[in-house]
């Protein structure tokens, strides 16, 4: 038996997320039927490494799968994308070491948030406009106090429970791109909602006078009422998985 | 009665294109619908200076009305964005001279095209990928002889008939955008499917030897068959409409 590592990128807008629901158009319900049909083998199941929302989108989602298939890996990823809709694409496909698991075996996610700074209806499906000007050195001091490893039970999605609320946070930061600012963040495990909460409580603190302290209280707090709102999901993409065995 | 001119963006991927059309969603059938309900008033004609083909975005298409609305153009542009559909928004709407028509006083059009050096499924819908290696000084020097006025007769397409094949191109040239390259090209007009002829022809002009000469041969055969393919809809957008009286 062989484990398989795809490296996969959609467009989240028109999925019901990632995670297979009855009677829902997901993307691990539409990889999985191409998998299943490509391999003729109705029992293959996909592990991905973040499940994300509906309405978020993937550079770099990375799913696992076991098969007994003979089948090269290059092969395997030109007759997926053959069956495949236009919104979801196979970038990559490799034999991974046995045991290798997509979600398991990952140590860190690469999320971007995109953020427009004025109204643009071709970049709608990928970047929010939070109708506020935005000030790059006022969000850049919002996120600072992120770095490191804290509790970020504030950020975490009302209602939902994770096993552990301590996320070790290794890099954040604001950078441009032509529509706006985008927010990268990469930390070893997220929390439900954990970055569109992020980005709310970022444009609050951005506003007032210590960006910097406004955020660090929200984050001491431990408490969902002490954050900001929840930025919508269209501005959400994981770009990347990291693995262990990975060259950085 | 006053005239009025909008601004007008669009997402060309869910429409037939901007010219209203029987039993066909339009962006002008989309816009006179508005425009009529605001105004209560179902004469009212819309005048679009450029007529995009389906598929093909706008970032800055103009469009002229006659009202005698005394609504100010402020008001008129929200109530507008309130009543249209998601990928269609109003920029902008200010009184202009009587007179004034979108077309026929538009001087001059400016539309880019984009390319992408990869696949990447959140901007296909705004961008086309070639699949072939973008080589920018090839592609540069192969736009180069476009500009100055010149019969555009082999960029037309087959079977369509403009009153002037002559076309004065005033600027062109490629840049880089985050997923590609982008050419970029004003005119006083364009013949039907001008610009995704010249992306086909340039592609196939930068893989010859003499990326200038392929394309100066190209123009003086004044013959269709003499052209390259025509590049996909997708990755045409109309960013900007040039009038006499505006401020450069």
Redesign the interface.
């Known amino acids: 038996v062989r484990t398989i590592r795809l490296v996969v ?3 989240g807008t028109d999925f019901h997320g990632w995670q297979v629901q009855p009677g829902q158009r997901t993307v691990q319900g539409v990889l999985e039927e191409a998998v299943q049909g490509v391999l003729n083998d109705e029992t293959i199941r996909l592990h991905g490494a973040g499940r994300t929302d509906a309405g978020v ?1 993937a ?1 770099g989602q990375v799913a696992s799968l076991e098969s007994a298939t003979r089948i090269p890996v290059e092969g395997l990823r030109r007759a997926l994308n053959t069956r495949l809709p ?4 196979v ?1 990559a496909a490799a034999d991974a070491p046995t045991g290798f698991h997509a979600r398991h075996s990952a140590c860190a996610r690469h999320y971007t948030y995109r953020l427009l700074s004025e ?4 970049m ?3 970047a929010w406009h939070p109708r506020v000007a935005l000030d790059p050195a006022a969000l850049e001091a919002a996120v600072r106090p992120l770095t490191g490893e804290h509790d970020f039970s504030s950020f975490r999605a009302s209602g939902a429970v994770d096993t552990n609320p301590r996320c070790r946070v290794s890099a954040v930061g604001w950078a441009a ?2 529509g706006g600012l985008q927010l990268d963040v990469t930390a070893d495990h997220f929390l439900y909602h954990m970055v569109r909460n992020l980005v709310g409580t970022a444009l609050a603190a951005a506003a007032a006078p210590d960006p910097a302290g406004a955020m660090a209280r929200v984050m001491a707090a431990r408490d969902r009422r002490a954050a900001g709102l929840t930025a919508p999901a269209q501005g959400l ?1 994981l770009e990347r998985v990291h693995y262990p065995e990975d060259p950085s």
Do not use: A, G, M, T
């Open positions: 990128s959609y467009d989108h550079r236009d919104d979801v694409r970038r109204e643009d209806v071709l709608r499906r990928i791109w032509p993409c």
